[in-house]
Every structure is written in structure tokens, then in C-alpha cells.
């Protein structure tokens, strides 16, 4: 299954493919030449449909758990100063996709979206630690039942070019499903109550729909 925001990419780089194929089998006669020309092609356009790769992951939503957004690896754990909306401090919790990773965003939690803004900006290396701030970026406010309101941005990174977001505000959305598509390589921030559990460590693989962020913290503590 392929995300249909990669459908006229992996269609352009089908019949470019076709075409190198059958011009390198008629126009070159090094064998060698010929097959390395042909080989290149397939391994693009097989890049090309792995990027744009969107598995489906069905959820069942859980109010007392944030959910990874995306694929990708946990770069920072901290508390920031959250400026944009929030003016006051926050979890962040940042993830990063390499180009590898399944580039598909999805809701880390159900509730509304209360808040959703596009940023342009620059393409710094999405583990700079500017890059919340300075690089392109949507950000997303969710209100939810259990945690109040959470954020989260995607970020663009140096190699993407382009930010693609569904939410909408007074949206009401489902924990899990599709939420937007990010374009070669970016990451993902956070933006969660001082008093919830964060339940990833730093440099933790985790999986978007799959692997719980953060929890609420039970009333006794």
C-alpha cells in the first residue's frame, strides 16, 4: 500500500524507468554499461515506492496513552519554553525519520484540533536543535479528554522540500489515523503536560500508531 501523496511521483518514476530500461537495451552496447544503467533505474524506483510506502496499522484508541506519530528515533527528551501557543513549559519529545523510515503522520491521540498553522522556514538538519523554531513546520494542537491539550510539528529537514497536513481546526480526529505526509527525511516534536509519563528513552526505535510516548501519571503520584 502506497501513500497517495506519493502517486504522481511513483507514476513519473515508472515511465522514466521504462524509459531507461529499453533505451539502455537498444542504445548501449557495453554489456556491463548497459546493465549497470538498468539496475540504477529499478534501484530508484524502488527507492522511490519504499518511501512512499504507507502500512496499515489499525488502532484501537486509548485516552490515557499518546502514540508515536511516525516511524523513527527519539532525538530529544526535554522540557522547552513552548512559545508558539502554549507560552509556557512543555515535554518535547522529538522524532526523527531517516529517509528509510515510513514517512506517513499520523494523530497521536483522539480529541479536536484546536490549533493548526503552517510556518515557512529553513531547511536546517532536523536534529539541529533550531530546527523546531527556524526550519519549515505545521504546527497541531489536539485537545484530548485525558491530557488537555497536546502539540505536535512536523519539521521539515534538509533534504524535505515539502509538509503536507490534514488537519483541519474544529476537526474531530481518531487516535492512529492519517494526519499528513512528510517529503525525504524530517522529524516530529511533541509537545506534552508537564505531568504526564514519558515512557521512551533517547535513541528508542518507535513506530507510529504502535509505540506509547507518554501516559497519564495515576492520581496517587
Known amino acids: 500500500m502506497f501513500h497517495k501523496e506519493g502517486q504522481k511521483i511513483i507514476i513519473t518514476t515508472f515511465f522514466i524507468v521504462v524509459a531507461a530500461v529499453l533505451a539502455a537495451q537498444y542504445l548501449i552496447d557495453i554489456e556491463w554499461i548497459r546493465f549497470a544503467v538498468q ?6 524506483l524502488i527507492a522511490i515506492l519504499q518511501f512512499f510506502r ?5 488502532v484501537t484508541p486509548n485516552f490515557d496513552e499518546i502514540l508515536a506519530p511516525v516511524d523513527g528515533k527519539v ?3 526535554e522540557e522547552v519554553d513552548e512559545p508558539e501557543y502554549f507560552k ?3 515535554k518535547q519529545v522529538s522524532i526523527f525519520m531517516s529517509p528509510t523510515n515510513v514517512h506517513v503522520t499520523r494523530y497521536p491521540a483522539s480529541g479536536t484540533v484546536t490549533y493548526s498553522k503552517y510556518h515557512p522556514g529553513k531547511y536546517l538538519v532536523a536534529w539541529h536543535p533550531k530546527s523546531s523554531t527556524e526550519n519549515e513546520r505545521t ?3 489536539l485537545h484530548t479528554p485525558k491530557f488537555g491539550e497536546i502539540g505536535y510539528r512536523q519539521i521539515a529537514g534538509a533534504m524535505a522540500r515539502r509538509i503536507v497536513n490534514y488537519a483541519e481546526e474544529g476537526e ?4 492512529g489515523e492519517d494526519a499528513g505526509f512528510i517529503k525525504f ?4 516534536d511533541l509537545l506534552l503536560p508537564l505531568d504526564c509519563d514519558i515512557t521512551v528513552k533517547l535513541n528508542q526505535k518507535v513506530v507510529g500508531a504502535r509505540t506509547c510516548i507518554a501516559s497519564v501519571r495515576p492520581l496517587d503520584d
Not at 504507507?54 to 489499525?58: D, M
Not at 474531530?172 to 487516535?175: D, K, L
Open 172 to 175: 474531530q480526529v481518531t487516535q
Open 54 to 58: 504507507n502500512p496499515k496499522r489499525l
Open 39 to 44: 539496475i540504477a533505474a529499478l534501484l530508484l
Open 139 to 141: 504546527t497541531i494542537i
Open 185 to 188: 527525511g524530517s522529524r516530529v
Open 88 to 90: 509556557e513549559k512543555r
Open 75 to 77: 532525538v530529544v527528551i
